[in-house]
């Protein structure tokens, strides 16, 4: 036992294993108060997620110095047949009332309108509402705009009424987002626990990987609290969502890689203490190399232009690399504690039988090893069969109406205004320029197309200046957040950026979105080559070689575009979304590559240890037979994880958390059961190469397999 307690001893050791708990526990006290302020640390003002040098944020933070950083919120009054009378007098009575609300932001006295359709018989009316942002997240806006709709109530006797614009869109945004960190918590903590259920047929088990998830759970909210408040991290909603995913799901998997050597050990050895350091010794390094893997894949986020996407890269790295901490140390410390009675009614014996060579992967290694060459060639045909999916992927960005899984009020209200009105209207373009040349920037604007010449307003000579710069607006004729209109910012910006000395600039919503198209396109240029790199030169060091990473590389690639393309296909045509997030393949490519490489990962190395005693292709089978179960366990509770996602109703949720369960699904059942294992059997000893084990497979003093695999594999 000596030669083998390392560092595993001193976690799981007769006395160090009390002096782990009481450490975690002190942890875990001085943790949770911060944990609980996260959702105070979040920004998620549009400046958060824009790339620092695109001109929309420059507009943005010019903007500050003419008006309070303010969103509109829109209420959009209609009847198809013509306003009456009454609905007049209702609309005057309610812009009196909204112009002495004072409540929650919303600026009353600045309330404009109503601006009717058309003059003689109008049919709709508009009044604006500006909200003060006053250093607040979309996330607060909500009770402002409770407050405009309590003045304006609702509609009736058919007369519509709905609040609309960036506001209202705000306001919806945040319902959605409002309660998410105990929605995806209890979520994945049920997922947890009917796999654990599933896999290990033991009610008691499972609360030993919960209790250590929730510890890791709160530590890496804790840490990342402090980060964003006295270090500047970005934190967001999406990255704060991701996150409680991502700890139970990669901190499971990493209990369930451990727990299967830990169960092998204990039929081996009487002491479950010797049991636990000789698990931690052979399956540590594996365990590691795929929480490294993960870190520093999210790591290299941090080179992305997108603040939102640079934010979650440490965010991600920290709450994997906590998780992999408690499931390392606390996690094992706890099985100790609790002994083998912890695996009720399962109990695993010592001296019972190891079920590595009659388990249902062992059959399964064994029919591969048969004809391997086929199983793999069929396997990758029908994987780049399904990646044509990618054809149908349109991840060029999704509006509002397209952003929700429903339709909330203010969805339906962008709707019914577009029909009356312009359709950029309620979130216009913010152009700024020089004081001297505003002339003829305004004229430069007003004569694009796409542009309601009429909407610039005051005379360049009226407008409000500031040091010598000039604010003003303009609507287009596109809804803000389509295509067409991201086309009209691009031709605007060449005719201001054309006036001579101008140093004219053009923001708003709709360069925000296009800015951020831009920023997220040269992301997945740099990122995702990147993020294959790293993958690879972790995997050149755990297994000594090049040519088996090289192979896992290239299974995992086609994975992933198998899971897109498979993915596009069920979005266009069996959940009818409009398209995805410029970001969407980046994000699935990340976790997908930096996750299911996890699964590699633990095979090879297991079979990289039965190749040094047995030779590779029987190594391949055994490896197999001894981590199949373990693996598709691991897969299935991190597929489902993810999968809880879709409980959220927006639909960037909903696809990345498809995408990626997806995906883990394919890695666990296709690509590491079936296409890695045949691949390495038909290649054989070479795979190990430049290794000297491509040469000596096994050595001399390898003990024989046993006669029931011999028989079985092709040499």
């Known amino acids: 036992m000596r030669d083998h307690r390392g560092v595993g001893h001193l976690v799981c050791g007769r006395r160090s294993k009390w002096l782990v708990l009481a450490l975690w526990l002190l942890v875990l006290l001085v943790a949770a108060p911060f944990a609980q302020k996260l959702n105070d640390a979040q920004d998620n003002d549009a400046a958060s997620w824009l790339p620092a040098s695109a001109e929309s944020?420059?507009?943005?933070?010019?903007?500050?110095?003419?008006?309070?950083?303010?969103?509109?919120?829109?209420?959009?009054?209609?009847?198809?047949?013509?306003?009456?009378?009454?609905?007049r007098a209702r609309i005057a009575q309610d812009v009196r009332q909204l112009k002495e609300l004072r409540d929650d932001g919303v600026i009353g006295a600045q309330t404009r309108g109503p601006v009717y359709d058309r003059p003689a018989d109008p049919r709709a009316a508009q009044v604006y509402v500006p909200i003060t942002m006053d250093g607040r997240g979309w996330e607060r806006i909500g009770p402002a705009v409770d407050s405009v709709r309590d003045d304006v109530g609702e509609g009736g006797d058919g007369l519509a009424v709905h609040i609309t614009g960036p506001g209202g869109t705000s306001a919806d945004f945040a319902e959605a987002f409002e309660g998410i960190d105990s929605t995806l918590l209890f979520s994945a903590m049920a997922v947890v626990v009917v796999m654990l259920l599933i896999t290990y047929r033991s009610p008691t088990l499972l609360v030993v990987p919960l209790l250590a998830g929730i510890c890791a759970l709160f530590t890496a909210q804790a840490l990342i609290h402090l980060l964003a408040e006295h270090a500047g991290l970005t934190v967001n909603a999406q990255s704060a969502g991701i996150l409680t995913v991502l700890v139970f799901g990669?901190?499971?998997?990493?209990?369930?890689?451990?727990?299967?050597?830990?169960?092998?050990?204990?039929?081996?050895?009487?002491?479950?203490?010797?049991?636990?350091?000789?698990?931690?010794?052979?399956?540590?390094?594996?365990?590691?190399?795929?929480?490294a893997t993960v870190v520093l894949g999210m790591l290299v986020l941090l080179l992305a232009e997108m603040n939102s996407t640079s934010g979650l890269g440490p965010v991600a790295a920290i709450g994997v690399a906590v998780a992999l901490l408690a499931m390392t140390t606390l996690f094992p410390a706890l099985l100790v504690i609790f002994g083998r009675w912890i695996f009720w009614p399962v109990i695993p014996r010592f001296g019972a039988a190891d079920p590595t060579e009659w388990g249902v992967w062992a059959r399964t290694g064994r029919r591969i090893a048969r004809r391997p060459r086929v199983i793999w060639v069929v396997t990758a045909a029908v994987l780049a069969v399904c990646?044509?999916?990618?054809?149908?992927l349109r991840a060029e960005g999704i509006g509002n109406a397209d952003a929700f899984t429903g339709e909330p009020d203010s969805i339906a209200g962008q709707e019914v205004s577009a029909r009356y009105f312009p359709a950029g209207s309620g979130d216009p373009l913010v152009i700024i320029s020089n004081l001297a040349q505003a002339e003829q920037v305004g004229r430069a604007v007003a004569a694009t197309p796409g542009v309601v010449a009429e909407s610039l307003g005051l005379p360049p000579d009226s407008r409000p200046s500031f040091e010598g710069k000039v604010l003003f607006e303009a609507v287009m004729t596109a809804p803000a957040d389509s295509e067409a209109a991201k086309q009209t910012v691009e031709r605007v910006r060449d005719a201001v950026h054309a006036v001579p000395d101008a140093d004219a600039a053009v923001g708003g919503g709709t360069a925000s979105l296009l800015d951020m198209d831009k920023a997220t396109a040269r992301d997945n240029v740099l990122v995702i080559p990147l993020v294959l790199l790293v993958v690879l030169l972790i995997l050149c060091v755990l297994l000594r070689a090049l040519l088996a990473p090289l192979l896992l590389i290239g299974t995992v690639i086609l994975s992933f575009a198998a899971a897109l393309g498979i993915s596009a296909l069920v979005f266009r045509h069996g959940f009818g979304y409009a398209g995805e997030t410029t970001d969407f393949p980046l994000l699935v490519f990340v976790f997908l590559v930096a996750l299911g490489i996890d699964y590699n990962i633990f095979l090879t190395t297991r079979i990289r240890e039965e190749a040094a005693r047995r030779g590779t292709r029987p190594g391949v089978v055994t490896g197999?037979?001894?981590?199949?179960?373990?693996?598709?366990?691991?897969?299935?509770?991190l597929a489902g994880t993810f999968a809880v996602l879709g409980t959220l109703p927006m639909v960037v949720f909903a696809e990345i958390g498809f995408a990626v369960a997806l995906g883990v699904l394919l890695d666990t059942f296709v690509v590491r059961s079936v296409l890695v294992t045949s691949l390495l059997l038909d290649v054989g000893p070479r795979v190990w190469w430049p290794h000297r084990l491509a040469r000596e497979d096994g050595g001399p003093t390898a003990p024989a397999p046993s006669p029931q695999v011999l028989s079985r594999i092709v040499e």
């Not at 998997?253 to 009487?270: F, G, K, M, P, S």
């Not at 990646?387 to 149908?392: H, P």
């Not at 197999?624 to 509770?637: E, H, K, N, P, R």
Request: glycine content about 8%.
């Open 57 to 87: 944020t420059r507009v943005m933070d010019i903007s500050k110095d003419f008006r309070p950083e303010q969103v509109p919120a829109v209420v959009v009054y209609a009847r198809e047949s013509g306003l009456t009378d009454e609905d």
């Open 250 to 291: 990669a901190g499971t998997d990493y209990a369930l890689l451990l727990v299967a050597r830990y169960r092998e050990e204990l039929r081996r050895h009487a002491d479950p203490h010797e049991a636990m350091a000789l698990a931690l010794h052979r399956a540590g390094p594996a365990v590691l190399a795929s929480g």
């Open 387 to 392: 990646s044509l999916g990618l054809f149908q």
């Open 624 to 637: 197999l037979a001894a981590t199949g179960a373990v693996i598709t366990s691991a897969g299935l509770v």
